[in-house]
């Protein structure tokens, strides 16, 4: 996979022009330097495509996160300017469909940009999730609710990033 590590440099020499704010020959010169001499002292492992981007699934699921971004920025600003206690928080572990690596850290990761939510710890070798939310409603439904909100997250997630087909490691069922 030669092209992911052009990739990565590509990244690296951008992150380093930002830092430096302007864009100028001497700065250029020495991001490429920079990148060159870590790729040599710190080479990355040969890693294959585990899954591949679906432009459709991410189309869908950008849509369900913009959303989800947009109901929970009104109810944690209702949650803090409500009359009354600020509500008492919960964690509740949710095991995950798929334990494939992109899956479990993409859902993780989406569900802690959501405002009010917050994944507290992740069991890879489970594919089990530690999420913390405000505890709103019933406690009772609580889990479940939370649950259910995860696993249809998890379950776009894997609709946006399906298993490669080149006979590559799909995701390990737990």
């Known amino acids: 996979m030669r092209w992911s590590r052009w990739a990565v440099g590509a990244v690296m020499l951008v992150v380093w022009l930002a830092l430096w704010g302007s864009v100028t020959a001497l700065n250029l ?91 507290v710890d992740i069991d890879v070798p489970g594919a089990t999730l530690y999420v913390h939310v405000p505890v709103t409603g019933s406690p009772d439904d609580l889990a479940g609710d939370v649950r259910d909100q995860v696993l249809q997250l998890e379950e776009r997630v894997r609709r946006a990033l399906p298993p490669a087909r080149d006979g590559s490691r799909e995701g390990r069922t737990p």
């Open 29 to 119: 010169t020495g991001g490429v330097l920079v990148v060159l001499v870590l790729a040599r002292v710190f080479p990355l492992p040969a890693v294959r495509a585990e899954r591949r981007p679906s432009p459709v699934g991410l189309l869908l699921l950008a849509g369900h996160v913009a959303a989800d971004l947009a109901r929970s920025s009104v109810q944690v600003a209702w949650l803090s300017v409500r009359p009354g206690p600020a509500p008492a928080g919960a964690i509740v572990a949710v095991r995950l469909r798929d334990g494939s690596d992109a899956v479990v850290v993409t859902t993780a990761q989406l569900l802690t940009l959501v405002p009010g939510t917050l994944t």
